[in-house]
């Protein structure tokens, strides 16, 4: 097993300890059931910095592989310090399914919000597509994706049953991910934050990484100048009702998300 494995697994296993208990009861009052925490392998990291390096290091590791791996990292002063710690855990898992790192919420007011994975060997945010590993058939199936921004969206669409969601972790899609898209869809559809940063963010993000009006402006464009592909995938842009998500929106209604989408 990987490293990245088995920390999941003592993450997982810490959320159903009694150290977990109030993990739980903030994702049930946000209406995860226990079938998606065990499908998403949703867990919770100790704040003690030092059960989990333990562990790891008493079955034969070392402490360089638990830097490779993201796991842990050195301070400033050179000792090992676990990288998550008191934290919603969401294992990010690459096509075959394989966990490449974390995505890790607070559930106080710690800054910040989300913590990801530090880049490794394994971990690259910019290439990952988070849900890609339960969404990959379906949307090659349905020649349709829908890309959201947050960990919380995907994990909400795939509870109710929309297969063919995927986040961009909260940023803008990168070159990488445009292009493993373009290799799947046909159609894509951005249902994004309906706040006036999320819209710009669109914006910007159809400009640079889609090359959408960049290249559109050219009077030589043709397909394969937009999207370097022989496919030209039709991108649609789902409006949220103000100050809404993804997750706020399937969480209320599922039939005002299949009509938005």
């Known amino acids: 097993k990987s490293i990245n494995q088995m920390a999941c697994e003592f993450f997982t296993q810490t959320l159903v300890s009694p150290a977990g208990e109030k993990v739980i009861e903030y994702l049930t009052k946000r209406n995860i059931d226990v079938d998606t925490i065990e499908s998403f392998g949703l867990g919770f990291s100790l704040s003690d910095n030092?059960?989990?390096?333990?562990?790891?290091?008493?079955?034969?590791?070392?402490?360089?592989?638990?830097?490779?791996?993201?796991?842990?990292?050195?301070?400033?002063?050179?000792?090992?310090?676990?990288?998550?710690?008191?934290?919603?855990?969401?294992?990010?898992?690459?096509?075959?399914?394989?966990?490449?790192?974390?995505?890790?919420?607070?559930?106080?007011?710690?800054q910040p919000k989300y913590l990801n994975s530090p880049q490794t060997p394994i971990f690259?945010?910019?290439?990952?597509?988070?849900?890609?590993?339960?969404?990959?058939?379906?949307?090659?199936?349905?020649?349709?994706?829908?890309?959201?921004?947050?960990?919380?969206?995907?994990?909400r669409a795939h509870k109710h049953g929309y297969s063919n969601v995927v986040a961009s972790m909260g940023t803008a899609l990168t070159n990488y991910q445009v292009d493993q898209i373009k290799a799947m869809a046909e159609n894509v559809i951005m249902a994004l934050d309906s706040d006036a940063a999320g819209q710009q963010a669109t914006i910007r993000n159809l400009d640079s990484s889609w090359k959408v009006f960049q290249m559109g402006a050219s009077n030589k464009r043709n397909s394969k100048d937009i999207f370097k592909s022989n496919k030209n995938p039709i991108i649609k842009i789902a409006s949220m009702p103000s100050g809404e998500d993804p997750d706020d929106v399937i969480n209320r209604s599922t039939g005002e998300w299949e009509e938005i989408v």
Do not use: W
Request: charged content about 30%; glycine content about 10%; hydrophobic content about 35%.
């Open 50 to 110: 030092h059960t989990l390096t333990s562990k790891l290091l008493d079955i034969g590791h070392k402490h360089e592989d638990l830097i490779t791996a993201g796991i842990c990292r050195r301070n400033d002063s050179g000792q090992m310090t676990e990288v998550f710690r008191g934290r919603l855990m969401i294992p990010i898992r690459i096509r075959n399914g394989d966990i490449a790192g974390f995505g890790a919420r607070t559930l106080d007011n710690r």
């Open 124 to 155: 690259d945010k910019s290439r990952i597509l988070y849900g890609i590993d339960k969404a990959y058939g379906n949307i090659q199936k349905e020649k349709t994706v829908v890309v959201v921004e947050g960990y919380m969206d995907a994990i």
